[in-house]
């Protein structure tokens, strides 16, 4: 099937597009290049990096105690509470206490204090901390995942309007050049008499019509050509398999078959879906933390104390342990309206969220449909195109021997041109139906790794 369109679009005149050093190599090549290109998606890539970092901190934090080092210095009058207090003069016993006039000392102190259980949890001080660099590093890959799928799916558009203009350029060229020489035959007949001027306009007008056209694909190529080199930020010579061609390539979509396998993972690990569900899981630890604060907390602490005395050097090292019970009064009635809210909040993420899943679940049911269509289309345009070329031989018989006028040469050479355009059109969009699924089952990269 793939060799007769072949030999169809290529009835008059085979191509390559190495003469117009326009080989761009294959899908393949192209998706490889997009994956490790450090420069497509490099913000995404960079949140990425940036979430990661706050993640690793953040695990590392939630089992850190909070540790003070410190220096206190201050002065005492009165009477005494404790041995930190200073006269002037000789240092009493704290046992046995009388006026203390002013005086100066310093405490050098170490604190240390663990929360064994905070915001409903047990260890570790900092545990919605660690949720939310958690759900912001799936955010970030989420969002790295959908950069990339987007320069997948434009850098692709890129890539296969190139090989349609470079093969409309091909097929448009023999012809404009018959229809040049055409005109020239005309031109001189009619300068010598033995023609009337009507087939000579018919010519001009056949032959500028035509140029127009080539015209237009040759812009469109280079405007789609640069637009690819400033996506894949390279040349396309480094890109391209120098041996192929574009209408080889296009071509051989009918050959692409889908393997979507399991669709409830893939609608689970889409991007769009995983984002979400990231959004959701950070609403539900806040939620779980804001209970957490009317219970409750168990906190661990070492207290480590040295102080002496300026005049003196009264001295006194001493240290404790214990565990301190917290109960947040004041959280009170601050909680409840905030886990109102984030209860809302909730509800709302998760109805959105099955939407969205059974949104992705019909997209993902009609991904082989849409390539299956979108080949059907391809058949029915090379059977309009085997049409017009049998259509264009009989016009031509009839023309060369008198029957018929250019205009209706013209005109069937006309209808077969549009119909060869038609079938790259159609080959253009089945390839873009084959990106859609290779972005929806994210297995572009995964090409690449294998």
């Known amino acids: 099937m793939k060799l007769k369109l072949l030999a169809l679009l290529c009835l008059t005149h085979s191509f390559s597009v190495a003469s117009q050093s326009l080989a761009v190599g294959n899908f393949e090549n192209l ?35 909070d540790v003070t080092l410190g220096v206190d210095v201050y002065s005492a009058k009165g009477q005494p509470t404790s041995f930190f207090a200073v006269q002037d003069g000789e240092v009493q016993d704290p046992a046995e206490p009388n006026f203390y006039q002013k005086g100066k000392a310093w405490q050098g102190k170490v604190d240390f204090s663990w929360g064994l259980y905070n915001e409903g949890k047990w ?7 660690h949720s939310e660099a958690f759900s912001g590093y799936e955010i970030a890959q989420s969002q790295l995942s ?11 558009q890129y890539y296969f309007n190139v090989l349609v203009y470079s093969a409309q350029l091909e097929v448009l060229r023999p012809l404009v050049e018959k229809r040049k020489a055409q005109l020239e035959s005309f031109e001189a007949k009619v300068a010598a008499g033995v023609n009337t001027k009507d087939d000579y306009f018919t010519a001009k007008s056949a032959y500028a019509s035509l140029q127009e056209r080539l015209v237009q694909a040759s812009r469109q190529l280079d405007v789609n050509l640069n637009f690819l080199q400033l996506m894949t930020t390279k040349s396309l010579d480094v890109l391209s398999s120098k041996n192929e061609r574009s209408l080889s390539e296009l071509a051989s979509i009918v050959d692409r078959e889908l393997a979507l396998g399991d669709i409830n993972k893939l609608v689970q690990s889409h991007p769009d879906v995983s984002l979400l569900t990231a959004k959701l899981e950070l609403e539900n630890q806040k939620l779980t933390a804001q209970k957490g604060k009317l219970k409750p907390n168990l906190n661990l602490y070492v207290k480590l104390r ?10 006194k090292d001493y240290g404790e342990v214990g565990l301190t019970l917290e109960y947040p009064l004041g959280e009170v009635v601050s909680n409840y309206g905030e886990s109102q809210a984030l209860q809302k909040s909730i509800t709302a993420l998760s109805i959105e969220l099955t939407y969205l899943k059974k949104v992705k679940m019909l997209q993902a049911a009609n991904i ?31 023309v ?29 969009q089945a390839w873009m139906k084959y990106i859609q ?14």
């Open 437 to 450: 699924s290779v972005i929806f089952t994210d297995s572009a990269c995964q090409m690449v790794s294998r």
């Open 368 to 398: 082989a449909g849409d390539l299956e269509s979108a080949k059907g289309n391809i058949t029915v345009a090379s059977i309009d195109l085997e049409q017009k070329v049998h259509a264009l031989q009989s016009k031509t018989e009839q």
């Open 400 to 428: 060369e021997s008198g029957v018929l006028g250019l205009d209706e040469l013209v005109k069937s050479e006309d209808d077969k041109i549009n119909s060869q355009i038609s079938l790259l059109n159609a080959y253009n």
């Open 146 to 156: 959908s950069a990339r799928r987007e320069a997948i799916e434009l850098i692709g």
């Open 31 to 65: 998706m490889a290049h997009v994956c490790v290109d450090p420069n497509i998606a490099a913000a995404a890539k960079m949140q990425v990096s940036v979430a990661k970092d706050r993640l690793n901190i953040s695990e590392y934090d939630a089992w850190m105690p």
């Open 306 to 315: 040295t102080a002496d005395n300026f005049d003196n050097g009264l001295r």
């Open 123 to 129: 260890v570790g001080q900092n545990g919605l901390t």
